[in-house]
Nanobody
């Protein structure tokens, strides 16, 4: 059974940094894309970033480009989201997700419909 467990959320001041972790278990993820999504109160869930286990191609939402960085650690079967220069509008519950997404499919990893497995979420709060 696939399990995705997020950690690393918390309260931080604007301009600060946090690193989220997503520990994946239950299968081999080499053919998967791992994504981060977030959902703020009263808003729809939105794409943040994604990475392919094989090859390491990365994808980012425009709102986080240059501030957030996604990476993966094969040995630990863990995906990270390094968040720098945080803003109050980054406040949300952050979810890790896993799905098999062929490179040619449109829309690509930014669409939540491609993801089969989701974590429980971790709260990130950025104070002004």
């Amino acid at each position: 059974q696939v399990q995705l467990v997020e950690s690393g959320g918390g309260l931080v001041q604007a301009g600060g940094s946090l690193r989220l972790s997503c520990a994946a278990s239950g299968r081999t993820f080499s053919s998967y894309v791992m994504g981060w999504f977030r959902q703020a109160p009263g808003k729809e869930r939105e794409f943040v970033a994604a990475i392919r286990w094989s090859g390491g191609s990365t994808y980012y939402a425009d709102s986080v480009k240059g501030r957030f960085s996604i990476s993966r650690d094969y040995a630990k079967n863990t995906v990270y989201l390094q968040m720098n220069r945080l803003k109050p509008e980054d406040t949300a519950v952050y979810y890790c997700a896993a799905g098999r997404i062929p490179r040619a499919v449109v829309p690509g990893p930014s669409s939540s419909h491609h993801y089969d497995h989701w974590g429980q979420g971790t709260q990130v709060t950025v104070s002004s």
